[in-house]
């Protein structure tokens, strides 16, 4: 259980530093921005950008799985599954959107990663939430005042 653990952080701090260097290099990017780009453009950059966060974060998630797996034998994926990499990927990303189909399950060690996973999804989702409302505020003031104006 103690490995489970130190998995589960590991996966934690990754997602973290990850989430925070993208939401970082987004917003450095975007306040650097001095074409006349629209609005919307930006917010489906913005948008994009956060989504491929998450997927990298659901990605490290189903490698963690995988070597918790495979490496150090904490369990395996049940049911409708053959256990290959796309049903981890599978896994992983129900799991970091609270989904819970069930059609899979973790045994061992991986039901703890599972619930931190789940937790840490939440967190980032949320985050990605609050960023994107600092950025619509932002850009919408930009919209009647500034370049690219769709107010």
Request: aromatic share 12%; charged share 10%.
């Amino acid at each position: 259980m103690v490995l489970a653990w130190l998995i589960a952080i590991v996966l934690v701090v990754l997602t973290v530093v990850i989430h925070y260097e993208s939401l970082r290099l987004l917003s450095g990017h975007l306040d650097a921005l001095t074409l006349p780009v629209r609005v919307r453009a930006r917010m489906v950059l913005v948008m994009l950008a956060i989504f491929l966060t998450h997927i990298v974060e659901v990605l490290i998630f189903a490698l963690g799985y995988i070597v918790a797996a495979r490496a150090f034998g904490m369990g395996t994926l049940i049911g409708e599954t053959e256990a290959s990499f796309q049903d981890f990927v599978y896994y992983s990303l129900v799991s970091y959107t609270s989904l819970g189909l069930g059609d899979i399950f973790p045994t061992g060690g991986l039901r703890l990663i599972t619930g931190i996973e789940a937790l840490t999804g939440l967190l980032m989702i949320t985050w990605s939430a609050s960023f994107t409302f600092l950025y619509m505020q932002r850009f919408w003031k930009l919209g009647r005042n500034g370049p690219g104006g769709e107010g």
